[in-house]
């Protein structure tokens, strides 16, 4: 069968929803991450031994094993013991919280790297430890850890492909439905390709200009 | 002195392991008294400051705050409570200014005021501007520190404390980091809060700037006050040997 790319077109408006819902997903899993991986920072670096474990542990879990696994373990093993998720929820909470871990690595070293002398600053005026943690160093961590964060952000842009698996409409499941009516991959997985590769484009603007927002604050 | 004295440090020691920064150092401060802390690197005259606000706490000895005592000893809980209301009551301002990088000089002051002392936004902006015109800072209200000059940083960082209304005002070798030049900015920023009769202890290593400003001059070294009195006969005559090396050293320094 010869390339035909004038059959893309016609199923724009499927590959079309499936961009929106991979931008969702993304969306989501990403503000998961985000405030998930400040919280496990927090925890791991100020939080009681009682919690600091079994959260490393967690951590170790979701770096150690495939996040196809995880999403498998969240969507179907989950059902076995009652909790029975929708597909998209079970992918952003399995794309969120291996990323949260990822996250709170960078984060966890953004936090080491404030200087003393914020904490002093800050006690000095009569804040308490919790809340020159949560106003003072968090933020000033958050803001300095921005660029690495959103390398995560463009790679969980792009694993959440794994989510097609589950059933989620995805992008990538949306070309192979097309694939399966048309016979036509090579034309559909590009198209496909050519939409992560823009909604890449308006990502990493975003982030740009997140990054320059906050140029002056730091 | 039969007045009560209102910084009141009763036999303050400190250790590093074996190593005795402070060494049973008492001090009285009367209110809308300004003394100045002078001494070699290393003599401890950061220590005894930071102990003021248990920032650096001591190893034995009391700091009182009039009728308060700063490091009363307290279960871990009460404590933090204790000590962060004690600490709204002592502003210090540190060589490094250490002003929050993430928040406008408007959030910089404001932020403690409201989160502590539940200030309005209104009110605590009318307190951010009152504080700095104070400073000669208020045309930079909506800067973020990174704008701003050494001198600029630290007179913002003056206010910051001021807004807290503290009684008492703590400096450590607050122009030490500054080009010569940006010194006398904050050098005026400090006499005027002077004349004011605001109680201050400064750290410094600006002879001139103590002569001037101070009603009583202490020179440590290796952990003891040495020597103390007022400006005129520590600086022209001085007693103890100690002293005038060190003031010998300095003069000469501060001449070339
Ligand atoms: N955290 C610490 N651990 C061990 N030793 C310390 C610590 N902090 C300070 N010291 C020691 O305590 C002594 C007094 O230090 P301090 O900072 O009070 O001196 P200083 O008089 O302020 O000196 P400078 O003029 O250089 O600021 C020094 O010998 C210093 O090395
Ligand atoms: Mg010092």
């Known amino acids: 069968m010869?390339?035909?790319?004038?059959?893309?077109?016609?199923?724009?408006?499927?590959?079309?929803?499936?961009?929106?819902?991979?931008?969702?997903?993304?969306?989501?899993?990403?503000?998961?991450?985000?405030?998930?991986?400040?919280?496990?920072?927090?925890?791991?670096?100020?939080?009681?031994?009682?919690?600091?474990?079994?959260?490393?542990?967690?951590?170790?879990?979701?770096?150690?094993?495939?996040?196809?696994?995880?999403?498998?373990?969240?969507?179907?093993?989950?059902?076995?013991?009652?909790?029975?998720?929708p597909a998209f929820v079970a992918g952003v909470i399995g794309l969120g919280l291996h990323f949260a871990v990822y996250n709170s690595d960078i984060i966890q070293a953004g936090i080491v790297a404030v200087d003393r002398g914020q904490y002093e600053g800050a006690r000095t005026l009569g804040l308490s430890r919790v809340q020159t943690i949560a106003r003072i160093v968090v933020p000033q961590a958050v803001r300095s850890v921005i660029p690495p964060i959103g390398n995560n952000m463009i790679a969980l842009l792009k694993d959440s492909a794994l989510v097609s698996v589950i059933g989620v409409t995805e992008l990538t499941l949306t070309a192979q439905l097309a694939i399966s009516k048309t016979f036509h991959p090579f034309e559909f997985y590009l198209a496909a390709a050519a939409c992560y590769y823009l909604i890449n484009l308006v990502l990493e603007a975003g982030l740009r200009h997140i990054e320059r927002r906050i140029q002056l604050a730091r | 002195m039969t007045e009560k004295p209102f910084i009141d440090i009763r036999h303050a020691a400190k250790s590093y392991g074996t190593l005795e920064v402070l060494k049973d150092i008492s001090l009285q401060v009367q209110k809308g008294q300004i003394v100045a802390i002078i001494g070699p690197s290393g003599s401890g005259k950061s220590t005894l400051l930071r102990a003021i606000n248990d920032l650096d706490p001591l190893t034995k000895g009391e700091v009182w705050l009039e009728d308060m005592q700063v490091n009363k000893p307290l279960p871990p809980r009460q404590y933090e409570r204790h000590i962060n209301q004690m600490r709204q009551q002592i502003g210090m301002v540190f060589q490094h200014f250490n002003l929050f990088p993430h928040l406008t000089v408007r959030g910089n002051i404001t932020l403690a005021p409201k989160m502590l002392k539940k200030l309005s936004d209104a009110e605590a902006n009318a307190l951010a501007e009152r504080e700095l015109a104070h400073v000669g800072m208020l045309d930079r209200i909506d800067y973020y520190p990174s704008q701003l000059s050494g001198g600029q940083k630290q007179r913002v960082a003056i206010a910051r404390a001021l807004a807290m209304e503290p009684k008492v005002m703590l400096f450590d070798e607050v122009t030490s980091a500054l080009d010569p030049e940006l010194v006398e900015e904050v050098n005026l920023a400090m006499k005027k809060l002077a004349e004011e009769h605001m109680t201050m202890i400064i750290v410094t290593h600006e002879m001139g700037f103590a002569q001037d400003v101070c009603d009583r001059v202490l020179f440590m070294d290796q952990g003891v006050v040495v020597e103390e009195g007022p400006p005129e006969v520590i600086f022209r005559t001085p007693k103890h040997e100690r002293t005038k090396n060190f003031l010998r050293k300095h003069l000469q320094g501060n001449a070339q």
């Open chain 1, 2 to 85: 010869g390339l035909d790319f004038t059959i893309v077109p016609s199923y724009f408006t499927l590959l079309l929803i499936g961009s929106g819902w991979t931008i969702a997903i993304t969306a989501a899993a990403a503000v998961l991450s985000f405030v998930a991986g400040i919280l496990l920072a927090v925890i791991a670096l100020y939080g009681p031994a009682l919690l600091r474990y079994p959260f490393r542990l967690f951590a170790w879990l979701f770096m150690g094993t495939p996040l196809l696994l995880q999403l498998f373990l969240i969507y179907f093993g989950l059902i076995q013991i009652g909790i029975d998720l």
